[in-house]
């Protein structure tokens, strides 16, 4: 027990013996709340339960303060001393306070941390970067927001798990994977262009491709991670192997590789970030179960999706959204929303 709650509950012995002997009514009497004052010379905290407990006493605030000044005798405090319109102020004996920063030296970082107070877990799920390149400072701020956040959950009692969820099934994943396969061309020695940005109308502009050149794909990543990621798949792999594969073979292999050289970044920046997570989800586990088809089963019977032009839709209108949205497309394939339903159904 800390200071202020050994002092809370001393106020509260207080009240009940001033209570007892009559020089309180009984009543139901307000929380006590204490406060650390405004200025040392005002002791080292103090409470207003004397002014906040007029109207049950039916007493003058200093006169129930001085009343519950009279009950406190404890080898803690040196003294108690009524100020203003009814505060009490506190100063306690230095051997408390010596004893206190002697526990907190002894406990170490488990000091304040409370016991366990449910068994329910509380998942926390931040950062979730799509694993296709290096974090950047915004991830750096969900990170510490996010363990800071795991840290005073767990420290307040609760059970508590952070997650990293994994965007690894979407198209993002297949045009890393393309990049790989480009840079793995120009690792040997082909010349890459860049398309340049689109005009305003949607159309591309004229550029010149030089001959044998290849065009990098519109969509892919340009970044020289990138680069870096197909030298240390090739010189882990071997160009000659590499090249003996046909080309779709080579980008399957080059997706399940970079994801995995990817991932390892990831984690690694966020370990020499002090950043650790107790769970790594795949979104990749919700399409390669049947989580997305339980849970468009589920919506359907709840009446919260219909069908239109082939395409099965949400109607997240009713919920304050400015339009509703595709679940599944026309051709049958999930949207990305279709696995966060899926996913936040599992959790």
Do not use: C
């Amino acid at each position: 027990m800390d200071m202020k709650e050994i002092l809370k509950s001393g106020i509260e012995q207080a009240l009940q013996d001033t209570i007892n002997s009559g020089d309180l009514p009984a009543g139901e009497y307000p929380e006590i709340v204490l406060e650390v004052p405004p200025q040392k010379e005002f002791g080292d905290f103090s409470t207003n339960i004397a002014m906040q407990s007029a109207r049950v006493a039916r007493q003058n605030p200093r006169a129930i303060a001085e009343a519950l000044i009279s009950h406190m005798n404890f080898d803690w405090l040196e003294r108690a001393e009524v100020a203003g319109a009814g505060f009490i102020n506190f100063f306690l004996k230095s051997d408390m306070v010596y004893d206190t920063l002697k526990a907190i030296l002894n406990a170490g970082t488990e000091y304040g941390v409370q016991p366990l107070r449910a068994r329910d877990t509380i998942q926390v799920e931040y950062v979730s970067a799509n694993p296709t390149g290096p974090l950047h400072v915004g991830h750096g701020r969900g990170a510490a927001y996010g363990s800071a956040l795991v840290n005073l959950l767990r420290a307040a009692g609760y059970n508590v798990q952070s997650e990293y969820y994994i965007n690894d099934a979407g198209n993002q994943i297949d045009n890393m994977a393309i990049s790989i396969e480009y840079r793995f061309q120009e690792l040997q020695g082909a010349t890459l262009v860049f398309p340049p940005k689109r005009n305003e109308d949607g159309s591309m502009p004229e550029f010149d491709i030089p001959e044998g050149a290849l065009v990098f794909p519109e969509n892919g990543y340009r970044g020289p991670d990138i680069i870096e990621t197909a030298k240390a798949i090739a010189e882990r792999e071997g160009f000659d192997k590499l090249n003996a594969m046909n080309e779709a073979d080579r980008v399957a292999l080059f997706k399940e590789e970079g994801l995995k050289e990817k991932l390892a970044r990831l984690e690694e920046t966020l370990r020499n970030f002090r950043v650790t997570f107790d769970n790594w989800f795949s979104e990749r586990t919700v399409h390669e179960t049947d989580e997305i088809h339980h849970s468009v089963e589920a919506l359907k019977a709840l009446g919260k999706v219909y069908e239109k032009n082939g395409a099965l839709w949400l109607k997240s209108t009713d919920y304050g959204d400015d339009k509703d949205r595709v679940v599944i497309r026309d051709n049958g394939v999930p949207t990305y929303l279709a696995a966060d339903i899926a996913y936040h159904r599992n959790k």
